[in-house]
């Protein structure tokens, strides 16, 4: 399945076979301190920039009818955010992960967005729709 937006995301994990607990990464985007004048001038233009994850949480499939509702959810913390990362947590032999096993895949998510290594999940911008991002 394509997933070009977040409802398709939505529509792929309830499919699945096996419970599936989202894992979602929030970020902004930052100019780093040690930024050049070229890549200061750059991201004033809305490009570059480093992302800078704001915060996290999970929910099942069902918890969540739209990305509505994410969006919704997130600014109940307060936090300004430009793009979300997704990932999915498997559960097994039909039990869905809890909050408490989706702690550790979630922090990995965290220090991965911050390390620049987000290959694994699927950013989404503001309206809902997947991007794609270059390195």
Known sequence: MNISSFDDLLQAARQ??????????????????DSTPAQRENFLAGQGGSLAPVMSLDRTAQELRSFADLVEESAQ???????????????????????????????AMVEAIKAGTFGNYIPFDREGYAVQLDH
């Open 77 to 107: 913390f307060g936090h300004d955010w430009r793009l979300v990362f997704v990932a999915a947590l498997a559960g097994s032999a039909g039990v869905m992960p809890t909050s408490e096993a989706a702690e550790k895949p979630l922090q």
């Open 16 to 33: 699945q076979s096996t419970p599936q607990r989202l894992l979602f990464v929030f970020v902004t985007v930052e100019l780093p301190s």
